[in-house]
């Protein structure tokens, strides 16, 4: 069926023509007006022109960017402080210093285990730990 009679078969529209992967029943929603392929608003009828040009894609940025959290720079600091909170865990169980469970889940991109009582005074002498602000006063 290619159209549908909305507002109590007073407006006769077409039909959007997304259909459901599970089922493979075709959408029941009005298809949108501006759309393109003929898809309702839940189906990408609304948006078929995003900015092309670089300076549209920054205005794009710039008007959802609410803080400076979630930028590269930012997720690549606070990826780098958690691959030392990591290693600091792993020293403390090196040394015998806890026995606390591990923190489960997903690591950090730069996280290298620490295995060894080498290692850990590799971290003490390196001052690897020490770049944390506000951990040491030098």
């Known amino acids: 069926m290619k159209t549908l009679l909305t507002a109590g078969g007073k ?3 077409l039909r959007c023509t997304a259909k459901s992967k599970r089922t493979g029943v075709q959408c029941g929603r009005p298809a949108s007006k501006l759309s393109k392929t003929q898809k309702c608003h839940m189906h990408g009828g609304r948006g078929n022109s995003a900015p ?5 894609r920054q205005r794009i940025i710039d008007a959802h960017t609410k803080s400076g959290r979630y930028t590269k720079e ?3 600091e606070q990826s780098k402080a958690s691959a030392r909170l ?3 865990e792993d020293a403390l169980h090196v040394l ?3 026995s606390a469970a591990r923190t489960r889940g997903r690591k950090a991109g730069s996280y290298v285990p620490v295995t060894s009582i080498d290692e850990v005074a590799e971290i003490l ?3 690897a730990l020490h770049s ?3 951990s040491v006063d030098h």
């Open 11 to 13: 407006i006769l529209c």
């Open 52 to 56: 092309k040009t670089s300076s549209g």
């Open 74 to 76: 930012a997720k690549f």
């Open 86 to 88: 990591l290693r600091l």
């Open 96 to 98: 015998g210093m806890t």
């Open 125 to 127: 002498f390196d001052g």
């Open 132 to 134: 944390v602000n506000g």
